[in-house]
């Protein structure tokens, strides 16, 4: 059974970081392409990083520069480090990865930033 479980969301003051883990079972993990996205209340969910199964990255433009995605094949983990946090950056962050036809979601770990 395949499964993603996000963790190390939480309250945080703006300017502070947080580093964001997703533990992925069920799936040969270092041949998949990795994913995070967020969510805000009320807005669409959008892509934050994308690490492929050989560890290049990408960010769209809009999150260049305090975004750092990371994996590690050994433990079947994704990272999301997140530094100099707004309130703005306030959502639920989703682990995601396609196979085939199917896509796979965690439930979310949410982040909170406070003024």
């Known amino acids: 059974q395949v499964q993603l479980v996000e963790s190390g969301g939480g309250l945080v003051q703006s300017g502070g970081s947080l580093r964001l883990s997703c533990a992925a079972s069920?799936?040969?993990?270092?041949?998949?392409?990795m994913y995070w996205y967020r969510q805000a209340p009320g807005k669409q969910r959008e892509r934050v990083a994308t690490?492929?199964?050989?560890?290049?990255?990408n960010y769209p433009d809009s999150m260049k520069g305090r975004f750092t995605i990371s994996r590690d094949n050994a433990k079947n983990m994704t990272y999301l480090q997140i530094n100099s946090l707004r309130p703005e950056d306030t959502a639920v962050y989703y682990c995601?990865?396609?196979?085939?036809?199917?896509?796979?979601w965690g439930q979310g770990t949410q982040v909170t930033v406070s003024s």
């Open positions: 069920g799936i040969i993990f270092k041949l998949y392409t």
């Open positions: 995601h990865f396609g196979a085939g036809t199917n896509d796979y």
């Open positions: 690490i492929t199964s050989g560890g290049t990255t």
